[in-house]
């Protein structure tokens, strides 16, 4: 199990740029096909950007024509966190890491096999640490 990373607003504005606050803590989603990585089929493992816990490997990343990092599965089902989302009137699964409960993204269940399962997660959350 991650470790619980607890730190108030104030300290993940510091560390973390506009953009990744936006999504991580308020929860919000970057316009599709703006992201850095929606595209990026580099080998190695995406990590938390907020707190390094690693959340997918390059390897379960498939094109999913969304617009956004898609994968079938994460590296560990106990890395992140899932809950169900109702706002704006959808009923959506929202993914959050485990060790800071960051936003991710969303979980939705029209994936290729062998998960059936479909992680659409922001670029913004990722940070991808190449293999060399
Ligand atoms: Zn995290």
Redesign the pocket.
């Known amino acids: 199990m991650p470790k619980k990373i607890q730190k108030t607003d104030e300290e993940w504005k510091k560390e973390l740029t506009p953009e990744q606050y936006h999504i991580c803590r308020d929860k919000g989603t970057e316009p599709p096909f703006t992201g850095k990585y929606y595209k990026s089929k580099e080998d190695g493992v995406y990590k ?1 950007v ?2 390094g ?1 690693p959340l997918f490997d390059s390897n379960t990343k498939y094109e999913s024509g969304t617009g956004w990092p898609s994968f079938y599965k994460p590296i560990s089902e106990e890395n992140v966190e899932t809950e169900e989302d109702r706002t704006y009137g959808m009923r959506r699964t929202e993914v959050m ?1 485990n ?2 409960g ?1 936003h991710l993204g969303h979980v939705f269940e029209d994936g290729p096999q062998p998960t059936g399962l479909r992680y659409c997660i922001n670029s913004a959350a990722l940070k991808l640490d190449q293999k060399k």
């Open positions: 938390c907020a707190c816990n890491c060790a800071c960051a």
